[in-house]
């Protein structure tokens, strides 16, 4: 996906951790000044949102001022809602959309695909504006507010980061990125290009009991090894920063399309025959 030139870039920032994130106000700190910015976010968290768009109630779009009365958008809708309600509402040509910088990082496939700051950048990507998504292994806010050093480190970075891309765009093949901050950023701190891994953590489900006597669930996960050169292992085992692009089709290629296809021949004339069969 190429850059567009010839014009000051618009830049959207948005996050899946709601308006009041410490990880929005980075992400626009480091942006501010490489092109006209704009900031629109949920209200609330939407965390684990991934695609998902609204469709089941009216969306609503607020304005409010924080930061030294920088102007913020918040709407009660979700990443995703917000790459539609901003070329709708704040300009209808957006350069590049930067997501996060989420609390918690975004690693693994099995991650990736719940995500919702990954999916702000992606439905940006889904109709043609660059996106990139930045995380930061922390587990609290306060540890982001708290540690100016990788505060001012990680600015940097999503600086470098979003500046480069909008003058040189992504990879062809490419249709995002995501980028990944271990807990601490220092000025020793290495970036790795990295793969995602297929899964971070192996699901397990809790059964409890309320003081009434009903039974719920809770879901969690604990991690398990991750394979060397891989996003999770880079940020977790290497405390580097990984650089994962990713391409949003889910089709097959080439050979294994093929291989693929000569599997499901036999399934597809069995489903013609069940329709032919007499009931």
Known sequence: MAARTGHEPR??????DGVHSPGLRLLYEAVRGLGRVYVLAPETPKSASGLGITLHKPLRLTKIKLWGDTPIYMTNGTPSDVIYLALEELSPRIDLVASGVNIGDNTSIQVI???????????????????????????DASELEEDRETWENTKKVIRATVKWVLENGLPEEADLLSVNFPRRVTPETRVKIAPAARIKFLQKVSILYDPRGNKYYWLYGTLVEPEPGTDVYVVHREQAIAVTPLTLDLNLRGEAWESARRKLEPLTRSMEQSLQAQS
């Open 113 to 139: 695909l719940s995500s919702g700051t990954i999916g702000a950048a992606a439905q940006a990507a889904l109709l043609g504006i660059l996106g990139v998504a930045f995380s930061l292994n922390v587990s």
């Open 11 to 16: 830049i959207l920032v948005t996050n899946d």
